[in-house]
């Protein structure tokens, strides 16, 4: 299998329509900004303060007043604009971004999240994750399946909500699946697992869609 962390970049990045304003999280989900497909034009914003960030910075060519959330060097497309955090957060909280991609600790049937605590270990907090989960149109969750073989989706989350009921989507190495009233939906599964595999890996019972594709 080629890199996990890229599969699941490159399959998020085909979920971005053109024209949407998208934000990227911090770790895996700012790799996005590498797989946007051809032809297709969106904005990324992101909550320090950019609006039109371009993918990764080439190695050699950083500009170090130019860095994403998570502190990493990027570059900006013609057009971008700078602005502080309290603008960035208006652009959140007033429901203008369309879509954000999030990583998380934890992932439930009702859409539940939790990604900024983990008992008795020193991680980052949760930062704007909490705002952008309830201001985005649309919420995908890109994240390893599990956390060395341990299970990061569940029937209920575990670790303390980040918020409640607002995940849409969630994408992995080993498959696509959309959360709805009933629970989570597998639409799509990786060519290199069985739906078997991915279900032994999920601490939730999964719906099997009746359309179910390979990720591609």
């Known amino acids: 299998m ?9 399959r998020v990045a085909k ?14 989900p700012t790799m996005v900004a590498n797989f946007i497909p051809e032809g297709v034009d969106i904005i990324l914003q992101s909550e320090n303060g950019i609006m039109g960030m371009g993918p990764a910075a080439e190695k050699g060519k950083e500009d170090v007043d130019v860095i994403n959330a998570g502190a990493q060097y990027v570059t900006v497309n013609p ?21 954000t991609v ?3 600790l934890e992932v439930d049937c009702h859409g539940n999240v939790a990604s900024w605590i983990v008992p008795g270990k020193m991680v ?14 649309k919420v995908i969750i890109a994240m390893q399946h599990t956390q060395k073989g341990a299970h990061k989706i569940f029937d209920e989350c575990r670790l303390p909500y980040t918020a409640v009921g607002v995940v849409d989507m969630i994408i992995t190495e080993m498959g696509v699946m ?10 799509e599964v990786h060519p290199d697992f069985t739906v078997e595999q991915v279900q032994a890996a999920t601490g ?6 009746p359309d179910l594709k390979e990720m591609i």
Do not use: C, W
């Open 2 to 10: 080629a890199d996990i962390k890229e599969i699941i970049a490159a």
């Open 124 to 137: 980052p907090g949760m930062g704007g994750a909490m705002d952008l989960v309830v201001g985005a149109k």
């Open 102 to 104: 999030l990583g998380a």
């Open 204 to 209: 939730t019972k999964l719906i099997i869609s």
């Open 79 to 99: 057009g971008a604009m700078y602005f502080d955090s309290a603008t960035s957060f208006g652009i959140i909280r007033g429901g203008h971004v369309d879509a």
């Open 178 to 187: 959309e959360v709805t009233k009933e629970g989570i939906v597998l639409t």
């Open 15 to 28: 979920e971005l329509q053109d024209g949407d304003v998208v934000n990227l999280g911090i770790g895996l």
